[in-house]
């Protein structure tokens, strides 16, 4: 247990691919951060309030993850997925979230990734609120999404909200809900998102 007004320790994984320090840089300074390379991964992990999970939209991550990401899971310690680098001509968030579900065997997207009329991403849209987190000015603006957005979510919605049915309201916390994030360090998405997440394990 972390005593009390000490740093909630966060421990960041992943291939060097994925922008391990860009995420690290993205989370605010109440949380001691640590960063490790799949090839260095030599951490004691319950000493960790949490573990993020770094992998490139289009490189994907090493198999040499998956040991450790069944390990966090037998110790249900909070974990989550950053997809990393969606500004990326090459990345493709959604394939990128199949191939997390299929090598960790599990994951939810809170978050669906809108894009400005030059392709890059420019907003999200939460399955749990239908809002648009909208980023396109560098601010980030919540506003209610229109009916097309509505309908063309509707399934990824349905199956969001069936996945978390019956959980707590700080599900992160429990261990036991593993979001799948979308992140952009040069557009700076995500990291709001990721930390709200994050919070939920502050100790003291």
């Known amino acids: 247990m972390i005593s009390s007004g000490s740093p909630t320790r966060i421990a960041i994984i992943g291939h060097e691919s994925a922008d391990l320090e860009g ?20 951490y004691e992990f319950p ?39 969606i500004e990326n001509e090459e990345a493709d968030f959604d394939e990128a979230v199949l191939i997390a579900r299929r090598m960790f065997g599990e994951g939810v997207t809170p978050f669906l990734v809108l894009h400005a009329d030059n392709g890059q991403p420019c907003a999200f849209i939460d399955l749990e609120t239908l809002e648009i987190r909208d980023y396109s000015t560098n601010t980030l603006e919540i506003r209610a999404s229109d009916e097309d957005h509505q ?30 994030i979308p992140y952009s360090a040069a557009l700076h998405l995500g990291s709001v998102e990721l930390t709200s997440y994050l919070e939920e394990v502050i100790e003291g």
């Open 23 to 42: 995420v690290a840089r993205a989370i605010p300074d109440n949380f001691s951060v640590s960063v490790a390379y799949a090839d260095q991964l030599n």
């Open 47 to 85: 000493e960790f309030s949490a573990v993020v999970l770094a992998m490139s939209a289009y490189e994907g991550a090493p198999n040499s993850l998956i040991e450790v990401w069944n390990e966090l899971a037998e110790l249900l310690i909070p974990r989550a997925i950053v997809i990393t680098k």
């Open 151 to 180: 309908i063309l979510v509707s399934e990824f919605r349905e199956e969001y909200l069936e996945s978390i049915s019956g959980l707590e309201e700080r599900k992160f916390a429990t261990g036991l809900f593993v979001p799948i």
